[in-house]
């Protein structure tokens, strides 16, 4: 076969298998970015030492362990602590003040991998005097990311790193009054976790689950076509309050969505935005 | 090639020294050069847009850090923006990701290279320019394969041979050049399609 015929082969099998993948388990991944999905699904053959991606989806069809392997693929966990200080900094500035008229709050972490933001903005909550009134939802489709989530350890190698993004970030203690640490790891502190709630939500085929003062969800909607990145973003103005905060990855936008207009934007290089009065 | 007339985007990716090489480069397309130029080049994870800037300041072609959904157009340069992956999708547009690093590097050029040779097919260009580690080589490969045209920087005349190098070993790309002689090649033009 001529090479761009292979190419339109892979594509057929491609559609397939994230048909397949969906009725079987239930996971919708025909409306993310194509070349994303293609890369990572790639991956996995190799990994699985298999030729074709017919064959890895006769595996896993038939195998919930080989469709877990994959589901760890198509889930970015890259993430770190305190990522993009310039972020957390527009938060203490320009969002926390409002936030401190609430008596009680709620704010949900959409796409939290593996909990890195959560316990950045716990430390950032408890250092404004908001962490004890505040209720923290963190959720991802990801089932065993949730698990490593909740717990609050992370390893230590990027210690170094997280503490300099902690100070870039307007930060007020010592980063080290956090958490403790051994050769390998840093447990975050108990009373950063106590209010919040770890749960398995799917942005794709969930719905509305609370009703929010803000949503923080960075790096997320990159993954989804302009479709599903409508859809999701209706979603989460449904479960903002008036007046709630959305904010997005430092490359994501509410320009080409129909939602630009519900919104004022309260910081445009950081991508904050406010839900309007309507 | 000097038959091939069918090209309709053009990607580079340089590394250590690169910086010099693309100031240099992407000034000398004329406003009107009829294809899309994507890049990566390696940079700080902390870096602003200051090289985006200077470059779409000295260069007639707009020079623009690419966003996620943005269809390609010709005569536009899109560069990865720092500490993101640059894919092209197969309808043409770009899509950026934070998934792990390839060959240390965020953005990678493997990653804009293969996915665009999978998007362009026969009719995709690639460049590897100046650098110092083997990021590049998998992705020219990618277009080879797909039946792209592919080019690689003399070694001795880049400012760090580890990349060039790399890629002209796996690859056997269809020209090795230097730096002026792919600007002269480029900037005429003729081999996109119209």
């Known amino acids: 076969m001529q090479e761009n015929d292979i190419s339109t082969v892979e594509n057929i099998e491609l559609e397939l298998l994230l048909q397949a993948v969906y009725l079987q388990y239930g996971y919708d ?17 190799v990994q699985e030492g298999m030729k074709s991606i017919s064959e890895l989806q006769n595996q896993i069809l038939h195998d919930k362990t080989a469709f877990d392997r994959l589901v760890r693929d198509l889930s970015i966990n890259v993430t770190e602590m305190f990522r993009n200080p310039a972020f957390y900094k527009s938060v203490r500035e320009k969002v926390i003040p409002i936030l401190k008229t609430y008596p009680y709050l709620k704010i949900w972490h959409a796409g939290c991998a593996t909990g890195e933001e959560v316990f950045s903005f716990a430390i950032m909550l408890k250092e404004e005097g ?14 065993y990311i ?9 390893p230590i190698r990027y210690i170094k790193e997280y503490t300099a993004n902690y100070q870039k970030a307007g930060g007020l203690e010592s980063f080290s009054d956090y958490y403790h640490a051994n050769d390998e790891l840093v447990i975050f502190d ?34 989804f076509n302009n479709n599903l ?13 008036v007046g709630g905060f959305l904010a997005l990855g430092t490359k994501e936008s509410l320009m080409f969505s129909d939602e630009e207009k519900k919104y004022k934007v309260i910081d445009p290089k950081q991508k904050i935005f406010k839900k309007k009065y309507e | 090639m000097n038959k091939r007339k069918d090209i309709k985007a053009i990607v580079i990716g340089a590394s250590a020294g690169g910086l010099y090489a693309l100031k240099k480069l992407l000034p000398a397309l004329p406003a009107s050069f009829p294809c899309p130029v994507l890049v990566v080049q390696h940079l700080s994870p902390h870096s602003d847009n200051y090289m985006v800037r200077m470059l779409d300041e000295l260069s007639p072609l707009v020079v623009k850090e690419a966003d ?20 092209v999708e197969e309808d043409f547009t770009l899509s950026l990701s934070v998934e792990e690093k390839v060959n240390y590097s965020r953005p990678a050029i493997d990653v804009l290279f293969e996915t665009a040779a999978d998007a362009y097919g026969r009719h995709l260009m ?29 070694p001795e005349d880049a400012e760090s041979q580890a990349m060039p190098k790399a890629a002209i070993e796996l690859v056997k790309p269809h020209k090795i050049f230097t730096l002026d002689e792919i600007i002269t ?3 005429k033009g003729d081999f996109c399609s119209k």
């Not at chain 1, 108990?190 to 009703?211: G, I, P, Q, R």
């Not at chain 2, 083997?134 to 080019?151: C, E, H, P, S, Y």
């Open chain 1, 130 to 143: 908001l962490l004890e009134r505040t209720q923290i939802y963190a959720t991802d489709f990801n089932p």
């Open chain 1, 229 to 241: 990145q409508n859809k999701v973003l209706h979603l989460f103005h449904k479960s903002l309050v």
């Open chain 1, 146 to 154: 949730i698990k490593k989530a909740r717990n609050g350890i992370f």
């Open chain 1, 190 to 223: 108990k009373n950063l976790s106590k209010n919040m709630v770890f749960a398995e939500h799917n942005l794709v085929t969930d719905s509305v689950f609370a009703e929010v003062n803000m949503i923080v969800c960075r790096n997320v909607l990159i993954y």
């Open chain 2, 126 to 154: 690639g460049i590897i320019l100046t650098g110092a580690n083997a990021d590049g080589a998998n992705g020219l490969l990618a277009v080879k394969k797909r039946g792209g045209f592919t080019i690689v920087q003399q």
């Open chain 1, 29 to 45: 991944f025909r409306n993310y970015s194509r070349a994303h999905v293609k890369r990572r699904v790639k991956h996995r053959l």
């Open chain 2, 185 to 187: 090649f480029l900037s």
């Open chain 2, 68 to 87: 996620e959904k943005e269809p390609v157009i010709p005569g536009t340069v899109y560069v990865a923006p720092p500490d993101y992956h640059l894919l």
